[in-house]
């Protein structure tokens, strides 16, 4: 850094410092804001439920699951009536299983 003229140290020190934390603070902001792009975004389970047929809703909900997955599907683009594009849904239920028995 060049000066030009001549500073005291006690002021280059508490510039240097007001420096130093400001890009402290910087660094602390670009880290939040890189977390929260890495962070996917997840699909909405309401929007699978709706396109669902009646015998899937129907057999979903007498299945005894212990969870179900649902997933953007990676391909899949589906055209609306109205002309817009909707990304697919991909829903996979985990039959519940009862722990192995001891013995």
């Known amino acids: 850094m060049k000066l030009r003229r001549e500073v005291d140290l006690q002021t280059f020190r ?6 130093d934390a400001a890009l402290d603070q910087l660094a602390r902001e670009h880290k ?5 792009a890495a962070m996917p975004v997840l699909p909405d389970p309401s929007l699978a ?20 997955v649902i997933r953007q599907h990676p391909h899949v683009m589906v055209e609306t009536p109205d002309g817009t594009r909707k990304r697919s849904y991909t829903i996979r239920a985990i039959p519940y299983q009862d722990a192995p028995a001891r013995g």
């Open 14 to 19: 508490e510039v240097t410092q007001e420096m």
């Open 32 to 36: 939040r804001l890189a977390s929260e």
């Open 49 to 68: 439920w709706e396109d669902l047929s009646v015998e899937d809703r129907r057999a979903l909900t007498e299945m005894l699951v212990d969870k179900i």
